[in-house]
């Protein structure tokens, strides 16, 4: 009989359960055997156990999508990673043989499996998963760090969308760890100014700590009349939606020609546009999910220290009080919770 190792297990909406699973082994050439770290808790896993539960799932999955790990074995193909790398980890890694793949648009991968959310995630001791979902990074970076790559690099692969420079200004709104990834790279993307919307206290202090220079708490302050008055009256050149229903706040926000990104992520938001202001002003707007193209850029990106990582991931959990590191993401009051594999 295979071994057994103990899993974090998705039972439907609103709970998950402590159960064992097998070991799992390589079966093909191109097979990488990671012994998992952990796992970022994340907006959709929020979501998953929302309720109502805001983004799909599939039960009896092992959980956790954003996770990392130290490789302990590699099929007989395999040359980019060795046992004892560490490796961030791209849970919708391409297929690399569908006509998109072929066509250098992995994003466009017919067949990608979200691990973690529709297959098997991180939340166990071991994981299996094909070559090109590994990214190794340097020996001395932090786990905690490691767990940010696949939310970071969504957010570094839409960022490029927007065409930054330096000097530019920028509006955030939301300051929760995405929000908080937007702030870091607009910084170290050379903006001059960087507004952000939060009503949450503890998170505006956050995000003056990873480089906003005006917070703002749209429940008691102007947004639109502070964005002006930063701006010489002009508006900022671009926004970046980092809630899920303030779409229609960006319009009012970016100058003409200015640039909106759409990130924040609810499958039950369906916001009314004015499609005037968009029309009239020559507004751009752009969508950001996933960032399979940023994945080594990104794991570059960790290693090197360039962004404030140690302000952005804010509690470490031991796996076996999970509902806590639940609990505490969906209270809010904190930045990126990372959960680390006790089992
Ligand atoms: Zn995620
Ligand atoms: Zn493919």
Redesign the pocket.
């Known amino acids: 009989m295979a071994k057994m190792q103990k899993a974090i297990i998705y039972k439907g909406p609103g709970k998950f359960a402590y159960e064992e699973r097998p070991i799992p082994e390589i079966k093909d050439k191109n097979d990488v055997k990671i012994k998992s770290y952990g796992c ?1 808790i ?4 929020v979501n998953i156990f929302a309720t109502p539960q805001r983004h799909p799932c599939k039960p009896d999955i092992i959980f956790g ?2 996770f990392c790990g130290e490789v302990v074995e590699v099929g007989e193909n395999v040359t980019s990673v060795k046992p004892g790398d560490k490796v961030v980890i791209d ?1 919708h890694g391409p297929c690399g043989e569908c006509e998109n793949c072929l066509a250098g648009l992995p994003e466009a991968c017919k067949n990608i499996i979200s691990r973690g959310v529709f297959a098997d995630g991180g939340l166990t001791e071991y994981v299996v998963l094909p070559k090109q979902y590994c990214y190794k990074v340097a020996p001395e970076t932090k786990p905690e760090f490691m767990g940010v790559a ?2 970071l690099a ?1 957010c570094g692969c839409a960022l490029e969308k927007l065409n930054v420079h330096v000097g530019d200004t920028a509006a955030v709104l939301g300051a929760g760890p995405i929000g908080l990834m937007f702030i870091a790279l607009l910084k170290a993307n050379g903006c001059r100014k960087i507004i952000v919307s939060e009503p949450i206290e503890h998170r505006r202090k956050l995000a003056l700590e990873v480089g906003a220079t005006r917070v703002v708490n749209p429940e008691e302050e102007d947004l639109v009349a502070i964005v002006k008055e930063e701006t010489d009256g002009l508006g900022a050149d671009v926004a970046v939606e980092a809630v899920a229903a303030m779409l229609v706040d960006c319009i009012y926000l970016v100058r003409p020609h200015g640039k909106i990104l759409q990130f924040g992520h609810d499958e039950l938001t369906h916001p009314e546009f004015p499609v005037a202001e968009l029309l009239k002003n020559e507004i751009e707007v752009y969508g950001g999910y996933l960032g399979k193209y940023y994945m080594r850029k990104v794991a570059q990106i960790i290693e090197s220290g360039i962004l404030p990582l140690d302000k952005i991931v804010t509690d470490v959990i031991p796996a076996s009080r999970y509902q806590e590191a639940l609990d505490l993401a969906a209270s809010k009051q904190c930045g990126k919770v990372f959960v680390a594999i006790d089992f």
């Open positions: 970022s994340c907006g959709t896993d999508h954003e849970p696949e939310p969504g």
